[in-house]
Each structure stands twice: as structure tokens, then as C-alpha cells.
């Protein structure tokens, strides 16, 4: 299933690695979404997913910082930077400093970028389909759904929850996979990481061993989840 979630995954954590406060400080290519909907905001994320990934993935493939230049300056502008950190950190975020709060945003998001960038290098045009809207326009959330096929033609369902700024723009602050919420998924393996080591170990781990620190919290999880169902 991993596998066949494998591109959609990369998709979805392409979205939310943009959520780090410091990334939004140094992206000088993102710029507010002037989108008038959130449909609106997906199709113009699909499109430049066409133009800047598919159609330049052979210089993308041997420079890592400039796939991730892109993938900013993709999803970057489309994203509510603080709400969505502060989601992740669930409880904790009340509990953190703004200090801890912006390191915490910088080391994790940094680590889940350099760890699933590189999925999107399997992007092919027309691999996300974009479906038809139904239902009403909630400013407090917006469900867009879209359907993702791998290259083994599995189709994956990847919807972006979105609401309304103080501003009036529409930003995705969440990522459903299959059912499964990106902000749900990672607050809950957060959440036990700090409950065992503590808020400010955590980032520390996050900072100087990177991906590495974030695949052991994976992997503590997915043996946490497979211990309980035993």
C-alpha cells in the first residue's frame, strides 16, 4: 500500500512542507494566492506541477536544491503557514515559546522536504485529476478533492482542506491521503515524541540529524500502531 502511495505521499508532503514559518521568509518567489477559490487554488497547483516538474525533471534530477526551490515557490504561496504548525503540535503549541515554535517548524518541515522531494521526480503530466466541486464554501473548511494515479495506474484519493484568511485568501492548511489527515498523522507521532523526550529534544534531534530523526519517529509509530493491534 506504501508503495502505491508513494507519489500521492510525495504530492501531499510536497504541499505541507511549506508550512514552516522560516521557509515563508526566505522564499522570495511566493507570493499571497490571488486565487478566487479554493478549486481554483488546486487547479493552478496542478498546473505548475505539469510545467515545472514534469517538464524539467531532467534538471531537477541531480540538484536537489533547486527541487526544492520549486516545490516552494509551487505550494508555498497556497498554504497557512502558522495555522498549520500549530495543528501539528496539537496541545504542545500552547505549552511552546514563539521560539520553539518557529525552530520546530524549521527542523521538521526541513527534514520531511529533503526526505520526500524527491517522489516528485516521478510526477508525470495528467497524474493528479482534479474533481468536480460539490457541496457549499465553508471559510472555516473547504474540502477540494482530487485523484492522484500512480505509474502502476493505482488511483489515490488527495484532497486539500482549505479555509478563508483574515485577508480573504484561500489557503490549504491540510492534506487527507486515503482518509488519512497529514496533520492527524504527524500531531499524533509529535505528540509521543515529546511526551517521551520532551518538546525541546525533539527539535534538537530534528536539527542536527534531520531525516534521519524523523524516520525513527516513523518508525516508533508504525510499531506503536502495529503493537496495539495485536
Known amino acids: 500500500m506504501l508503495r502505491h502511495l508513494a507519489i500521492a505521499t510525495a504530492i501531499a508532503l510536497g504541499s505541507v512542507v511549506a508550512v514552516a514559518p522560516a521557509f515563508a521568509q526566505s522564499a522570495s518567489s511566493a507570493q499571497p494566492s490571488s486565487a478566487s477559490s479554493p ?40 498554504f497557512d503557514t502558522d495555522w498549520a504548525s500549530i495543528l501539528v503540535l496539537g496541545m504542545h503549541a500552547r505549552e511552546a515559546s ?6 520546530f517548524a524549521k527542523a521538521f518541515y526541513t527534514s520531511l522536504t529533503n526526505r520526500y522531494a524527491e517522489g516528485l521526480l516521478s510526477y508525470t503530466k ?36 482549505f479555509h478563508q484568511t483574515n485577508d480573504g485568501q484561500w489557503k490549504a492548511y491540510d492534506v487527507i491521503i486515503e482518509g488519512i489527515s497529514y496533520i492527524t498523522n504527524y500531531r499524533n507521532q509529535v505528540d509521543a515524541e515529546i511526551k517521551k523526550e520532551g518538546l525541546d529534544k525533539l527539535i534538537a534531534e530534528l536539527e542536527t540529524q534531520g531525516d534521519k530523526a524523523l524516520q525513527q519517529m516513523e518508525q516508533q509509530d508504525k510499531g506503536s500502531k502495529a503493537h496495539g493491534a495485536d
Open 39 to 78: 478549486q481554483a487554488v488546486v487547479e493552478d497547483i496542478t498546473h505548475q506541477l505539469d510545467t515545472q516538474i514534469a517538464d524539467h525533471k531532467g534538471q531537477l534530477q541531480n540538484n536537489k536544491p533547486k527541487l526544492v526551490a520549486v516545490i516552494n515557490q509551487i505550494f508555498l504561496p497556497h
Open 98 to 103: 514563539p521560539e520553539q515554535r518557529a525552530r
Open 126 to 161: 495528467g497524474t493528479v485529476k482534479v474533481l468536480p466541486f460539490n457541496g457549499e464554501v465553508n471559510p472555516k473548511y473547504t474540502v477540494v478533492k482530487t485523484q492522484v494515479t500512480t505509474d502502476d495506474q493505482k488511483q489515490i484519493a488527495v484532497n486539500y482542506v
